[in-house]
């Protein structure tokens, strides 16, 4: 099963509105992380938010907000005034802590979703 | 700041061929790790370091191997390349385990 699903391939919204992008996470631990990232088109990986699961309160970074719904295990990205530069790819990623038997040094990605900020 | 910085940023390799990735951190980060990208995909990790002298297995090592001489540096190798290793390769390092990841700019591999 994956551990990070992303479900929408690709988004649009229009300049100046909201947009929420989807991520769902599998894991059996009760400590753990969950990290979006941004790649633009010109390839580079630049860390926007993050949520650990012991965290109460919702992660917010300036325009950015994570939805985080733990009984859902959901963790949706939130991206407010949407401005054409944030048109990009978007990766949710998880670290999950000792007891999955994995690890707590590597982040495991989702596919991603393609945003398109539209004038 | 230079962060991590990563060479070639491009290569195109035959098959067979082999080839190092360089890799280098100069914000003395312990753990860094080695992700390729395919297209359309998330990243999947090759190999990851969390100090000088320890390396270990990510998701998708074969056809790779790493070493860690260094706080500074963390190459990866290919040996043998094939066209199946055609990707996008990302290093990256963070400071403590579970922490946020800092990225180099990628290196595009081609594999004919």
């Known amino acids: 099963a994956q551990k990070i699903t992303q479900t929408q391939p690709g988004m649009f919204v229009q300049e100046k509105e909201a947009v929420t992008l989807d991520c769902t996470y599998d894991?059996?631990?009760?400590?753990?992380?969950l990290f979006w990232y941004k790649q633009p088109s010109s390839g580079e990986m630049i860390f926007l938010i993050y949520?650990?699961?012991?965290?109460?309160q919702n992660a917010t970074e300036g325009r950015y907000s994570l939805n985080f719904q733990k009984a859902r295990k959901s963790a949706n990205l939130v991206i407010s005034a949407s401005q054409l530069g944030d048109s990009a790819m978007y990766f949710c990623?998880?670290?999950?802590?000792?007891?999955?038997?994995?690890?707590?040094?590597?982040?495991?990605f989702g596919k991603g979703t393609l945003l398109t900020v539209n004038p | 700041n230079a962060g991590v910085t990563q060479t070639p940023k491009f290569r195109i390799l035959k098959i067979g061929q082999s080839m190092t990735l360089q890799c280098a951190q100069d914000?003395?980060?312990?753990?860094m790790y080695w992700y390729r990208q395919d297209p359309g995909m998330g990243l999947k990790l090759i190999y990851y370091?969390?100090?000088?002298?320890?390396?270990d297995k990510g998701e998708v090592p074969n056809g790779y191997n790493v070493s860690r001489s260094t706080t500074e540096d963390f190459p990866l190798r290919l040996e043998l390349a094939a066209p199946s290793q055609t990707s996008v390769y990302f290093c990256?390092?963070?400071?403590?385990?579970?922490?946020?990841?800092?990225f180099g700019s990628g290196t595009q591999l081609s594999v004919l």
């Open positions: 990256a390092s963070s400071s403590r385990e579970g922490e946020k990841l800092f």
């Open positions: 894991t059996s631990d009760q400590s753990y992380g």
């Open positions: 949520q650990g699961s012991y965290d109460e």
């Open positions: 990623a998880m670290r999950e802590g000792w007891n999955s038997g994995g690890s707590n040094y590597k982040l495991t």
């Open positions: 914000m003395n980060h312990n753990y």
């Open positions: 370091s969390v100090g000088a002298g320890i390396t």
